[in-house]
């Protein structure tokens, strides 16, 4: 099976930058998504961004502009540069591995549909206060 595992979380200020982690170890499909979720207290967790094993990205509309996701496939690690970050930021961001959703035409997207991860990482705790 897959394991992945988050690092870089911590406390930061309000209007700093943070940079997540993801890396992955043991079978990797060749073609997968991995994806960004984060669940706060008052939220169910949601998606953040995910990116494909072909290097196409997507970004859930309430974080389009405010992060970055990007992978360095030598290293299988999976990043989230996370800009300007605010309180409402304090979350536990999820790393995760699942499978592309394919339309009926022959294309395909990763998106961030929970029911699509196979694989999950422990979380990795974000805090940010002043």
């Known amino acids: 099976q897959v394991q992945l595992e988050e690092s870089g979380g911590g406390s930061v200020q309000p209007g700093e930058s943070l940079r997540l982690s993801c890396t992955a170890s043991?079978?990797?499909?060749?073609?997968?998504?991995m994806y960004w979720f984060r669940q706060s207290p008052w939220k169910e967790r949601e998606g953040v961004a995910s990116?494909?094993?072909?290097?196409?990205?997507f970004y859930a509309d309430s974080w389009k502009g405010r992060v970055i996701i990007s992978q360095d496939g030598a290293k299988k690690t999976m990043y989230l540069q996370m800009f300007s970050v605010k309180p409402k930021d304090t979350a536990m961001y999820f790393c995760?591995?699942?499978?592309?959703?394919?339309?009926?035409?022959?294309?395909?997207?990763?998106?961030?549909?929970?029911?699509?991860?196979?694989?999950w990482g422990k979380g990795t705790l974000v805090t940010i206060s002043s």
């Open positions: 995760a591995a699942g499978t592309r959703i394919y339309y009926s035409s022959g294309g395909y997207y990763c998106g961030t549909h929970i029911d699509d991860v196979q694989y």
């Open positions: 043991g079978y990797t499909a060749r073609s997968y998504c």
């Open positions: 990116i494909d094993s072909d290097g196409s990205i």
